[in-house]
């Protein structure tokens, strides 16, 4: 002793050993540490069973005194926003104490002391200690000598345990063992209950998951089944009863094969266990049986649940009916189907048509030319006159219901490349020049060296349907065609001061018979087909229309295409005055065509340039002509001819006999899409029938020059 302190237990340390202060007698009589175990093992028990933490704090207090004898016992929690330790319950402290008193935990105060221990430690006089201004709680609570331990749950300290009595004291092993084994077997009952809590939250969150994952499953119109990682089916909702008519239970037993259809059962199983072997996803598309008989086809998927560790712990599946998805698909499908086939016979209906009408039409043609060379009554030739003004409307018309024909039933392959623009400038200013000066208005076109990225043919379709508009509609100005840089695409415009076109009426324009200020339908004002082939040949092209115009101000069309990147050299502009004077006739032609009417009115027209003309009907008969050593400078060909050759092949045998790559030109009827494209591979001029003679005269002699 020193200081008039005893060593060892009253110094605030943690308890080193059991030495008994001199004033206090340690009783260890078996007797006496009998009633100790026992009062531990109850408190354990009890710990063991309480679920009322006020309780259990209440009783760690009671066994505390009862075992020790002590004056008083306390618990104090950890309570956050009371800077310490609140006291919860205990045995011979003041009324009022437990739940009003809090603890301080600073680094010296005795809590402090016993949590930074880790174990029970004592303060003999903890009024000595105190300081004038540091009240000692203790002491309030008329406690001197005192032992404070702390109480853990798992591993955190969640508050103390402590015992005291109203005199200055040291405690023996006995008592600081009980009172930690009190403390641990508290904690203990803490940690079990905090578990227990945490177990049946779980558990009412799991059936409360439960409930509505049943509420759910039972509620849409789908079947949904859950099965065990292997594959084993062990849940179905009551839409698998209602729909097949057969149990749960034979559902889940294994049995569920038995609803599938015979031809899907095999492809259904092998899909199901190579999801469950593979642990992706199923899907598959079956017939099952439903409960009043009959198969209908249902969409069968299922995903794998995995935990943490990547495991499959559980499949999750639905089946939906989808027969009448199935069966609208199936409809679909027979309806696309006839629609194809009917589409196929139209094209076929409008090769063959078209074939057949544009020979008369071209017969008639040509013999109307022929006659008024042998006609010298005016009277007679103002009815030629009056007969081939219809048969030019006929003629436009009909051209104009075949293109749109075409590009109505898919009829048109796309050959699409880069294409020179001046040339087809070049071509638009030749053909319609004489019809604009008849009228006194200017055609003009702006000089480029653009290359497009288009199909050649159907642009210069859309862009001839353009100017004939603006010519047809000018009567005062002119119209100017042009091409300008637009971004990464090229604009043409084609521009004309006409009497432009109402707000109102700019979407009307493209459909099919529409004219503006033509309701007695007048001959002259077009057909009002046009714009509708232009809309149709554009959104084939995806080449995207635009129209500007003001009333009274004139209007702008433009075609917008993708440019391509090719290096022209500069443009070839044709003089103002037109095209170049034709070259001499008089040069011999071989023309082959198996119509009698057309063979006979086209001779006519040749023999009238002063052109000999030898005739065939097929190739055959052209090749023997050539091997018997004709020498023609221009061949005429039809393109369906009788026989083995059609009219491209047959040039191509002429040139090889002649040694030389004689000019031709191939005049059909035929509406195939591959065979303007060959014609033009093949260095062929191409014109389709029905010809109008002044073209076929200036195509014979421009095409004899080459």
Known sequence: MSNGRPSGLCCGRPFQRAEPLPHRRSDTTPTRELTRQAILADFGAFALTCGDRAALFAQVARSAVQATGMAAALVAEVRQGTGGFLVVAGEGLPPGAAGTLVLPDGAATPVGRACTAGRAVVIPDCAAEAGPDDPEPFAALGLRGIAVTPLRAGLTVVGIVALGSPEPRGYDMADLYLLEGLANMLGAGLRRMEVEAERDRLLAALREGERRYRFMTESIPQIVWTASPDGEVDYYNRRWSDYTGLSVEKGTGGEWDSAIHPDDASRTLHAWTTAVATRTPY????????????????????????????????????????????????????????????????????????????????????????????????????????????????????????????????????????????????????????????????????????YGLSDPTLLERILRNLVANAVRYTDRGGVLVGVRRYGSHLRIDVVDTGPGIP???????????????????????????????????????????????????????????????????????PAADGPAEPAATGFPILLLEDDPLVLTATRMLLEDLDCPVVEARNGDEALRIIAGGAQPRLVLADYRLPGAMDGLETVRRIRTELGRSVPAILLTGDVTADVEPRARAAGVQFVRKPVRPDELRSLVKATART
Request: some cysteine; aromatic content about 6%; charged content about 25%.
């Open 503 to 573: 707000a109102g009426c700019l979407d009307d324009i493209f459909e099919e018979f529409q004219q503006l200020g033509n309701a007695a339908r007048e001959r002259s004002s077009g057909h009002g087909l046009g714009l509708a082939i232009v809309r149709r040949a554009a959104d084939l092209l995806q080449h995207p229309l635009d129209v500007r115009s003001r009333p009274g101000r004139g209007s702008r069309f433009s075609v917008v295409l993708p440019r391509a990147d090719v290096v022209a050299a500069e443009p070839d502009i």
């Open 283 to 450: 899907e598959i598309e079956h017939r099952i049986r439903r409960a009043g008989g009959g198969w209908r086809w249902m969409l069968s998927r299922a995903w794998p649940l995995f935990d943490d560790a990547g495991n499959v712990v559980r499949w999750f599946g639905t089946a939906t009916d989808i027969d009448g998805e199935r069966q609208a698909q199936q409809a679909l499908t027979a309806a696309r189907d006839t629609a194809e086939r009917a589409n196929r016979a139209k094209s076929r209906f409008l090769a063959a048509a078209s074939h057949d009408l544009r020979q008369p039409l071209n017969a008639i043609s040509l013999l109307t030319c022929n006659l008024r060379t042998r006609v010298g009554d005016p009277g007679a030739r103002e009815l030629l006159d009056q007969i081939e003004g219809s048969l030019d409307a006929m003629i436009d018309l009909f051209e104009s219901l075949m293109d749109i024909s075409k590009l109505e039933s898919g009829g048109v392959e796309l050959d699409v490349r880069p294409v020179p623009l001046q040339p087809l400038l070049n071509r638009l200013q030749r053909d319609f020049a004489p019809a604009a000066r008849a009228k006194g208005l200017r055609l003009g076109v702006v000089p480029t060296t653009l």
